[in-house]
């Protein structure tokens, strides 16, 4: 069974940091395009960064770029998301998800993790 299971979020103060966890099972982790997306209230999912698990080619939308980034383990099949400097504008539920592609196309992801929410507070 795949399985992505995301940890980490929470509520932190404007200028906080955060680490979300992408933990994947039931899939070769070392093929796939891990993908952290977020949806805010009345908002639709965006693609927020990703990492292609062969060759480490990262992407990041430009609203998280020098703020965010994505890593990986891959001893652990897990990508993480170090979110630093937030800002109330960064508060959603944040997703994982696996694609074949390395895209921010959430079109193209096959599998989703439950979500895991962030809320950044003044």
């Known amino acids: 069974e795949v399985q992505l299971v995301e940890s980490g979020g929470g509520e932190v103060q404007i200028g906080g940091s955060l680490r979300l966890s992408c933990t994947c099972s039931?899939?070769?982790?070392?093929?796939?395009?891990i993908g952290w997306f977020r949806q805010a209230p009345g908002k639709e999912r965006e693609g927020v960064a990703a990492?292609?698990?062969?060759?480490?080619?990262?992407f990041y939308d430009e609203s998280v770029k020098g703020r965010f980034t994505i890593s990986k383990d891959n001893a652990k099949n897990t990508v993480y998301l170090s979110m630093n400097n937030l800002e109330p504008e960064d508060t959603a539920v944040y997703y994982c998800?696996?694609?074949?592609?390395?895209?921010?196309?959430?079109?193209?992801?096959?599998?989703w993790g439950q979500g895991t929410q962030v809320t950044v507070s003044s």
């Open positions: 990492v292609d698990t062969i060759d480490d080619t990262t």
């Open positions: 998800a696996a694609s074949v592609y390395f895209t921010s196309d959430r079109k193209e992801y096959d599998w």
């Open positions: 039931g899939f070769t982790f070392g093929f796939w395009t």
